[in-house]
């Protein structure tokens, strides 16, 4: 459990947000009048004074929860406006790195490419960047919010180990958007769709470039 040097930090027994995610009450001394909210690595976490009672604990961490998901709601709205440029796609994976990610993945450059046939997306940690291949242009929003997640994450754990997955499951799509991917794989390399212009192989599975 984190600790600050002016309060504490303790996990909120029992509460979680709408999609599941857990949550976490920081109190620090240095805060006397403002309460605050928002995701680290997947947590929700509400920071208010330390001087706080139970009750009043309990009244602005439902505040503030009920805040962040309408936050997250206005970012899901935003994000059914699909990024067309290279800048759009790069504003909203800034966006992204904050809600889920707790603005820890901070690319150089993210981009739209149409040489990648054989990846949904990559990333290069060493240099930071990213691309999407714009295969995924047609796809659902949530698909491709994940795609690029996926990618963020590679900036901070560039292997498939069990702390790459963990950052991603506070995205509340991931499994369905694998799912997807899967399908959309499984269907193409089948020629069962061939008027679709998609990759001609299986999903995420070696997208990280060293």
Do not use: C
Request: proline letters at 5%; aromatic letters at 6%.
């Amino acid at each position: 459990m984190k600790r600050g040097a002016s309060g504490g930090a303790r996990q909120a027994s029992g509460l979680t947000t709408s999609n599941g995610s857990p949550v976490e009450v920081r109190r620090s001394a240095r805060r006397t009048r403002t309460v605050a909210a928002f995701w680290e690595d997947g947590t929700a976490v509400v920071a208010i004074p330390a001087r706080f009672t139970a009750a009043q604990e309990r009244e602005w961490v439902h505040k503030m929860l009920a805040k962040l998901h309408t936050q997250g709601q206005r970012h899901a709205a935003a994000g059914r406006r699909r990024p067309a440029t290279d800048e759009a796609l790069a504003a909203h994976a800034a966006t992204l790195s904050t809600q889920y990610l707790g603005g820890r993945s901070v690319p150089t450059s993210v981009r739209w490419v149409s040489n990648q046939n054989s990846r949904w997306g990559s990333a290069t940690p060493a240099e930071g960047t990213i691309r999407l291949s714009d295969k995924l242009r047609p796809m659902p929003q949530w698909v491709i919010d994940y795609v690029l997640l996926h990618e963020l994450a590679h900036l901070l754990v560039a292997s498939h180990n069990a702390a790459f997955w963990q950052l991603l499951e506070a995205y509340p799509e991931t499994q369905r958007a694998k799912a997807f991917l899967e399908g959309v794989s499984f269907a193409t390399s089948r020629g069962m769709d061939k008027d679709a212009d998609q990759p001609d192989v299986g999903p995420l599975d070696a997208d990280v470039v060293q």
